[in-house]
């Protein structure tokens, strides 16, 4: 199975602040998705990457950016953090996409005060 | 406008019994349909799938039934046991090449209880 792994599981920011979310897979595939989930919206997709250096905007692209300089790597960037993007961040790597799976890292609790 | 609906947010049922979640969409195009599991504090993880060619899978205990003219599916787990307790999100896929994604559901929270 894909092993995904988030780098930090608990952030404390302040607001104004540049925020780095790492994401690393250990399989060779090209599709990465970062979702946020907060409680009663379920998952919403922010952005996600079909291969290296190409970047497409999800349902909610504000506020974020994205960068993919190597295929295991998929890193978002809150350009400047707002108490609004306080969520739980959730990156996913495309394990059996052929049928749609996913295979999500264990999430990164993001909070901005 | 959402096009992967859970209505109910949440679900209570006794351990043994059947536990029956249900997710509508909108898109016809949407290929597979995914069922993910979700504890606190951890990432979903993959529970059972659906193509939108077949109408029924079957994985232990736990079945998907597909309605394609309903535009319906439904998660059925039976018998229902305690570490079962969890929020299970819907979701469909659009785009079945390299640049799909997943559309997800609100999710559904299920407490089963001993």
């Known amino acids: 199975d894909v092993k995904v792994t988030q780098s930090s599981r608990y952030l404390v920011k302040r607001t104004g602040e540049k925020v780095f979310l790492e994401c690393v897979q250990d399989m060779d595939h090209e599709n990465m998705f970062w979702y946020r989930q907060d409680p009663g919206l379920g998952l919403r997709l922010i952005y996600f990457?079909?291969?290296?250096?190409?970047?497409e905007k999800g349902d909610i692209p504000e506020g974020y950016s994205v960068s993919r300089e190597k295929k295991e790597r998929f890193s978002l960037i809150l350009e400047s953090a707002s108490t609004n993007q306080t969520s739980m961040y959730l990156c996913?790597?495309?394990?059996?996409?052929?049928?749609?799976?996913?295979?999500f890292g264990e999430g990164s609790r993001l909070t901005v005060l | 406008d959402q096009q992967v609906k859970q209505n109910s947010p949440s679900l209570s049922v006794q351990e043994g019994r059947i536990s029956i979640l249900n997710c509508d969409y909108t898109n016809s195009m949407f290929d597979y349909f995914l069922w993910y599991k979700k504890y606190p504090a951890e990432g979903p993880t993959f529970l059972i799938s659906i193509s939108s060619i077949k109408d029924k899978n079957e994985d232990g205990r736990f079945t998907v039934f597909l309605n394609k003219s309903a535009k319906h599916l439904s998660l059925h787990i039976v018998p229902s046991q305690p570490g079962d307790s969890a929020v299970y999100f819907c979701?469909?896929?659009?785009?079945?090449?390299?640049?799909?994604?997943?559309?997800f559901g609100k999710g559904t929270k299920l407490s089963v209880k001993p």
């Open positions: 979701a469909a896929r659009q785009g079945g090449g390299s640049q799909g994604n997943l559309i």
């Open positions: 996913a790597g495309a394990g059996r996409w052929a049928s749609g799976e996913l295979f």
């Open positions: 990457s079909y291969d290296v250096k190409m970047k």
